[in-house]
T-cell receptor, first 113, second 111 residues
Framework: NAGVTQTPKFQVLKTGQSMTLQCAQD?????MSWYRQDPGMGLRLIHY???????DQGEVPNGYNVSRSTTEDFPLRLLSAAPSQTSVYFC????????????FGQGTRLTVV | AQSVTQPDIHITVSEGASLELRCNYS??????LFWYVQSPGQGLQLLLK??????LVQGIKGFEAEFKRSQSSFNLRKPSVHWSDAAEYFC?????????FGGGTRLMVKP
């Protein structure tokens, strides 16, 4: 049982480049979300999805897009990378959108130069 | 909107000593509360959660937390810390489809 899988683990981008961070879960969870982690700021929610075909914005959505075409996958797209997007990104999933435990991936460390 | 404050950015305790990590939240209704732990280079793992009922909840690895509505707090405790407990700890509140995290407390354990 793989749980939540994120790829890549590390990435360096140049300013203005675009890329997609991949997230997949094999637990048939309805709810998936993306966070960014910056020192001293904890984890901040970027976007989330309560099921296939449904997405919504979190606390810090600007500069990021998501889609949820299947239950398993929830990719995060950076449209035009900026140095302010240098961060560690975590994908999480939970069984339902309510108060169940969130399972986290191992993270993607992104550097934008 | 909900918010979570962890007043202590760093805490150092000696191995075998007791531990208390503070968490204060702001939310208008009864919150769903969580504590997560993050080891270096890893994702987050759930330690314990509070939804309702008994205000003292037990978690994994010998941790417990107490919900105090009057103080809007959900402090994490452990009676005897082990060197392997060194990590970063996050308090979180779930409301409005969103899980909101505090800034984290980094725990260091002295031998």
């Amino acid at each position: 049982n793989a749980g939540v899988t994120q790829t890549p683990k590390f990435q360096v981008l140049k300013t203005g480049q675009s890329m997609t961070l991949q997230c997949a879960q094999d637990m048939n969870h309805e709810y998936m979300s993306w966070y960014r982690q910056d020192p001293g700021m904890g984890l901040r929610l970027i976007h989330y999805s309560v099921g296939a075909g449904i997405t919504d914005q979190g606390e810090v959505p600007n500069g990021y897009n998501v889609s949820r075409s299947t239950t398993e996958d929830f990719p995060l797209r950076l449209l035009s990378a900026a140095p302010s997007q240098t961060s560690v990104y975590f994908c999480a999933s939970s069984l339902r959108q309510t108060n169940t435990e969130a399972f986290f991936g191992q993270g993607t460390r992104l550097t934008v130069v | 909107a909900q918010s979570v404050t962890q007043p202590d950015i760093h805490i150092t305790v000696s191995e075998g000593a007791s531990l208390e990590l503070r968490c204060n939240y702001s939310y208008g209704a009864t919150p769903y509360l969580f504590w997560y732990v993050q080891s270096p280079g890893q994702g987050l793992q759930l330690l314990l959660k509070y939804f309702s009922g008994d205000t003292l909840v037990q978690g994994i690895k010998g941790f417990e937390a107490e919900f105090k509505r009057s103080q809007s707090s959900f402090n994490l405790r452990k009676p005897s810390v082990h060197w392997s407990d060194a990590a970063e700890y996050f308090c979180a509140v779930y409301a409005g489809n969103m899980l909101t995290f505090g800034g984290g407390t980094r725990l260091m354990v002295k031998p």
